[in-house]
């Protein structure tokens, strides 16, 4: 695209980001800078042990450890997690996990005006985000509010270092369908196309080398900086048809998130090649690939990613159903939605057929 034929708004998200190795011993100096004395730290059951530490470091700081974020934050675990904040006169929550964790956080700031400082250990990218997601009669609803945006975010690579390797690959591929799909968005700009193809590159770089040896931290850097960019995109520009399948696909059949987003990645970029040549191209040159859909469903399986969707308990006459449910609400995407061609988007994932080039 040329520059005279460029027109954009671009508007700034306020947040601090702490980045490096043992930036979690920053804690007490990020909560006190807020002007909080009383940090609830928030965790999963699975991550008792790492927000101990970030206890310890808090001492007197902290009002003590709440363990009880669950996947997709259902309404009642919020409610509760509210409550307990609001009994002990909590005045700063440190989110200490990935998207579930963050999202605890994200619940309880909605209805009050606790900060959150986000750790996250995964790379999926709520911490740069003001969208919100509860859960409620199985169904997910999201929205959009300043207010659950993280004030200050830590950025350890030493914590992910625990994520098992599949979970870094899948969380990591969620990351880069952001920024993916950030590089055709409608409200798209040119700084978050740079932030979306240095991340894309950073986390192909990353998750090859925490797959080769799990505990590289120079590759569980990359990822997580990686995460960070493509974070960033998805909290600045809309998403497209991917975010709308996966959203849909984990909504009404409950399957796991990251898995998802990671096989339907490459087909939802097949559907929207031709109608977005630009972002194609900066794809393929980020992940090292002649095609930017086919070079990401190669990518997944060389680092043992699953690549179907039968294989994660999706089934084939789960088809139509999924189809009538994505189809039921116009959205925007590059491509034109049609039935067919999206019927065929959801049977090439479901049987894991490679896109063609
Ligand atoms: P998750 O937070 O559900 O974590 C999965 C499991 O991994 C948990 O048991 C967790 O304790 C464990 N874990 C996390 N980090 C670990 C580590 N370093 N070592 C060992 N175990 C670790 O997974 P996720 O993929 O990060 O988050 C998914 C959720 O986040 C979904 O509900 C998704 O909708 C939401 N999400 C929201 C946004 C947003 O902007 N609001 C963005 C991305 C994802």
Known sequence: ??????????????????????????????????????????????????????????????????????????????????????????????????????????????????????????YAGSEMTPIYGITEDKVKKTGRDLKVLPKTVLYDPDLSATLPVRMSVVSGMNAIAHAAEGLYAKDGNPVMSLMAEEGIRALATGLRGVVAQSDDLTARSDCLYGAWLCGTVLGHVGMALHHKLCHTLGGTFNLPHAETHTIVLPHALAYNSKAAPEAMQRIARAIGAPSAAAGLFDLARDLGAPTALRDIGFKESDIEVALAVALSNPYWNPAPIVERAVRELLRNAWEGQRPAV
């Open 1 to 122: 695209m040329s520059t005279a034929e460029r027109a954009f708004v671009y508007a700034a998200q306020p947040s601090r980001v702490v980045f490096g190795r043992g930036s979690l011993g920053r804690l007490a100096e990020e909560v006190k800078a807020l002007g909080s004395q009383k940090a609830l730290i928030l965790c999963t059951p699975a991550q008792r042990a790492q927000a101990q530490v970030a206890a310890d470091l808090l001492g007197d700081l902290s009002v003590g450890i709440y363990d009880g974020a669950q996947m997709h934050v259902p309404i009642e675990s919020a409610r509760k997690a509210r409550e307990h904040a609001r009994s002990l006169g909590t005045d700063c929550m440190v989110a200490i996990g990935g998207g579930s964790t963050i999202g605890l956080g994200k619940a309880i700031a909605l209805e009050s005006t606790v900060p959150i400082i986000a750790v996250p250990t995964t």
